[in-house]
């Protein structure tokens, strides 16, 4: 299992970042895929949650309306579109699968958000 995310960078509040993830070692279209991000000295935060048709997300409240979280089965990645983006939301993202009981992460990507 391998989840390689990309996407993040520098960008000034109000701006947009999408974000990906491309899987590989699974049969990526039978697995719910969610976002996590994590600031120094803090816990890994769920962002949002896409089931395995992309007919169903969720998002954390502190998001909710801003991100946008959706899948390409074909492509085997989901991504995370994030707009309005304020420096609350600098921290670095993660996709995670779980596969068996077991959590898959990938490496992660630094979002920066700051004028």
């Known amino acids: 299992v391998q989840l390689v995310e990309s996407g993040g960078g520098l960008v000034q509040p109000g701006g947009s970042l999408r974000l990906s993830c491309v899987a590989s070692?699974?049969?990526?279209?039978?697995?719910?895929m969610r976002w996590y991000r994590q600031t120094p000295g803090k816990e890994r935060e769920l962002v949002a949650t896409?089931?395995?048709?992309?007919?169903?997300?969720n998002y954390a409240d502190s998001v909710k309306g801003r991100f946008t979280i959706s899948r390409d089965n074909a492509k085997n990645t989901v991504y995370l579109q994030m707009n309005s983006l304020t420096p609350e939301d600098t921290a670095v993202y993660y996709c995670?699968?779980?596969?068996?009981?077991?959590?898959?992460w990938g490496q992660g990507t630094q979002v920066t958000v700051s004028s």
């Open positions: 995670k699968v779980i596969i068996r009981v077991r959590d898959y």
């Open positions: 070692g699974f049969t990526f279209s039978s697995y719910t």
């Open positions: 896409i089931n395995s048709a992309g007919g169903s997300t």
